[in-house]
């Protein structure tokens, strides 16, 4: 639960303990085999959390401006549209059976799509399990919305690649940017890291 009072804001977080995650990275590594019941608990699980009010940006729209020219070679959309969601999920914060969703800390108004976009860009060394995200989210993934949310957890990504993480991903990160834009995302970005 978030909230401002008095111009401070606070957080209360309400913690169990619970199984091995999926992943000990956030970047799938393996097919973890999940189940159709696993799927849809997880669009259940991320619809109901969109009816939550969120309070908190959990993207603000000058980082967004900054990183979409730098590593997606496009100019940022003007407006992005929110909804309540994660804000980080990926393997390393979903448990198998059952479904658990952790790391709550990044939590808030989320651009529409980015919460399966983060899932599918942390997919893309499993070209089977990406594919399932797509397919299990693309009703939003495929709306003009859900595209710059997907172009944003491209562009994250991109940002972590061109700081030393994920350099297997780069290659693929890039071709993903530039099927859904046109444009090959610039070269410096990460390029030290990309040979």
Known sequence: MDWTEDGWFYQADVFDLVGPAISSTPDLRGD?????????ALRG??????EAPGTKLTLRQGWIEEVFPKYLGIPAPAEVERTTGHGDLQWANLTAAPLKILDWERWGLVPVGYDPAVL?????????V???VLEEFSGVLDSSAGRVGRLIALAEMLQAVDRGYYRELAPVLAERARELTGVRPPQEAGSEHRR
């Open 120 to 128: 599918w860009v942390s997919s893309l060394l499993v070209p089977a």
């Open 45 to 50: 699980a991320l619809a109901d959390l969109a």
């Open 130 to 132: 990406a594919d399932r």
């Open 32 to 40: 973890p085999g999940l189940d159709d019941d696993w799927w849809t």
